[in-house]
């Protein structure tokens, strides 16, 4: 268990609201990164964090922004939701060599 | 640009058979490479890696075979067990933040 939760874990949301997800670790690691899964595609970065208010691009970055105020605490925010944005996102944190994964929050944008 | 490509969506194995599982990657700057296992409705979890400089690396059940000049990676399961039956991601880095996925390949082990 890496101590990463996420919240919400589900939610549904109409297009062109806001809508913030949170990731919260427990173990004070540097690196944090928020994920999408979506079938035939795995898993894309959107954004990731080296350090507090040290953000950096993914490769699928568009349409979404992030902040990290804390340490363990890595915000993924859509400004403006679309239904491409359907989708499950992960947080993850890096341990040594290796990502550690929480447990997903699946969102629906209508 | 799909650096990391798993050309096979699904895999079926007769429980206690071998499973193997395939990645390729593109980018030959990358110098680990890990494999993920993947329940429905879970966070993917850590299996096995391993780094550049190996061409093996061993974890109990679990083998990792790297081929840097073919620029491919396989994942040897066995026994195949029915508990092993999940999505597996193979992933890679290049000494850097950034982490790269394949599409991920669906194993069903047969009792």
């Known amino acids: 268990d890496a101590g990463i939760t996420q919240s919400p874990r589900h939610k549904v949301t109409e297009t062109g609201t806001p809508v913030t997800l949170r990731c919260h670790q427990t173990?004070?690691?540097?690196?944090m990164y928020w994920y999408r899964q979506d079938p035939g595609h795995g898993l894309r970065l959107i954004h990731y964090s080296y350090g507090v208010k040290d953000t950096d691009k993914g490769e699928v970055s568009d349409g979404y922004s992030v902040s990290r105020s804390k340490t363990e605490d890595f915000l993924l925010t859509l400004e403006s939701a679309t239904s491409s944005q359907t989708s499950v996102y992960f947080c993850a944190i890096r341990g040594g060599y290796e990502q550690y994964f929480g447990p997903g929050t699946r969102l629906t944008v209508t | 640009d799909q650096q990391v490509k798993q050309n096979s969506p699904s895999l079926s194995v007769q429980e206690g058979r071998i499973s193997i599982l395939n990645c390729d990657y593109t980018?030959?700057?990358?110098?680990?490479f890990l494999w993920y296992k993947k329940y429905p409705a879970e966070g993917p979890t850590f299996l096995i890696s391993?780094?550049?400089?190996?061409d093996k690396n061993e974890d109990g059940r679990f083998t990792v075979f790297l081929n840097k000049s073919a620029k491919h990676l396989s994942l040897h399961i066995v026994p195949s067990q029915p508990g092993d039956s999940a999505v597996y991601f193979c992933?890679?880095?290049?000494?850097?933040?950034?982490?790269?996925f394949g599409t991920g390949t669906s194993l069903t082990v047969i009792p």
């Open positions: 980018n030959s700057m990358f110098d680990y």
């Open positions: 992933a890679a880095s290049a000494i850097g933040n950034q982490f790269y």
């Open positions: 391993i780094s550049s400089i190996k």
């Open positions: 173990e004070n690691h540097r690196y």
